[in-house]
């Protein structure tokens, strides 16, 4: 097992580390970024159907429904296709309305997940065209799926899934800017643009992995906190939500993943000087906003840990800490954001002496509902 983890102490911490290679296997391929072409086969064989449908449907659960509600966010923005996201645990009991128009994205690490495969099958009885995001090849959900993309992370054994989410993100950029090409929505230049910057992305996750040692300070002074606060908006929201869920997966600490606006609807009642927030604020996206959603907390003297772009001032001002990740576009952002909350987790989890890999309770693939 020591040889398996590479020299690490545990998969977690190696799989948070592969991810810049995790996400360049994800593109190899599929994106040219000197011919200026995305290609892949399960969306170029059936670019009719995507062309044609009348919304995506997307579901899956855990940390997969996370990379979903990101997907969401970056295939409407794009591709201008409305876009649902639920947990298929829910879907599959709920009598949905879903008809041959519509296409479902099923998102799955394992493709095991039993509530996913269910939501799948009913959504092929009802004729809807079923795409799968798998990680493990050969997987039920991958040969359940009319056609799908796999993420090529590699395997994952930590329980607590690190570069499947980045990798699902990955796959579905590249569908969404496959897709808003093909239907026009964006100028060839801005297409070129989005790839060379995606190129870009996994040296810019080996930067944001520089910040370890840094990370592992402020997880020293945070470890012993019973609940944690995380914010973030917009594509950024869904990165709150994994970032919340990685803490209490492995450290069992009590954190909840927020809306920066929706904060003064609740959870702002729950700030005083013992409660941390995490809160996403890189210079892209409601970046004003946000700065005064800090403003907030601090007011209320709570403890302050943000997620800032490089070289960012104004939140380093106000917060008790900043972490830094590199610039990017907008919609790419959350393949950094991550970053820094896989590794805040982890090092809390093991500071605590939990068992990182394996948490109690919690299984690598739910077979059963
Ligand atoms: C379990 C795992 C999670 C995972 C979820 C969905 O709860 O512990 O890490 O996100 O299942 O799994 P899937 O394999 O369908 O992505």
Redesign the pocket.
């Known amino acids: 097992e020591q040889i398996e983890k590479g020299g690490y102490d545990h998969f977690m911490l190696k799989e948070i580390y592969e991810q810049p290679q995790a996400i360049r296997d994800t593109f190899r391929g599929r994106m040219l970024v000197d011919q200026g072409l995305i290609k892949m086969a399960g969306i170029d064989d059936h670019i009719d159907k995507f062309l044609n449908a009348r919304r995506i449907l997307i579901v ?5 429904w996370h990379a979903g509600l990101v997907a969401e966010y970056i295939f409407e923005d794009l591709a201008r296709i409305p876009v649902e996201v639920e947990y298929a645990s829910e879907f599959r009991y709920r009598n949905p309305v879903i008809d041959k128009d519509d296409i479902l994205i099923a ?7 039993a509530d ?1 495969m269910a939501a799948i099958k009913m959504a092929k009885d009802k004729g809807a065209f079923v795409f799968g995001v798998c990680n493990v090849v050969g997987s039920s959900i991958s040969r359940e799926a009319h056609a799908g993309a796999y993420t090529h992370a590699g395997p994952e054994i930590g ?3 690190t570069k ?1 989410f980045t990798t699902q993100i990955t796959v579905l950029t590249l569908i969404a800017l496959q897709l808003a090409k093909k239907k026009g929505k964006i100028s060839t230049s801005d297409f070129h643009r989005y790839l060379q910057e995606l190129d870009t992305i996994p040296e810019k996750v080996e930067k944001a992995l520089g910040s370890n040692d840094h990370i592992e300070k402020i997880a020293a002074i945070y470890k012993d906190a019973p609940n944690c606060l995380y914010l973030g908006r917009g594509f950024n929201f869904p990165v709150a939500l994994e970032g919340a869920l990685k803490l209490k997966e492995i450290s069992y600490i009590h954190a909840e993943g927020y809306p920066a606006a929706e904060m003064k609807h609740g959870p702002i009642a729950l700030i005083d000087e013992q409660m941390p927030v995490v809160v996403i604020a890189t210079r892209k996206g409601h970046y004003e906003k946000v700065v005064s959603n800090i403003q907030e907390i601090k007011s209320r003297s709570g403890k302050i840990i943000g997620i800032v772009t490089e070289g960012d001032v104004d939140v380093r001002d106000l917060a008790d800490h900043v972490i830094e990740v590199p610039d990017t576009i907008e919609f790419m952002t959350p393949l950094l954001t991550t970053i820094p909350l896989q590794l805040l987790s982890y090092h809390i989890a093991v500071m605590l002496d939990k068992n990182v890999d394996q948490p109690r309770n ?5 077979t059963v509902e």
Request: one cysteine or more.
């Open positions: 899956a659960c855990g940390t997969s998102i799955s690490q394992s493709g095991e997940t996913t329980v607590a899934s499947a919690l299984a690598k693939s739910v």
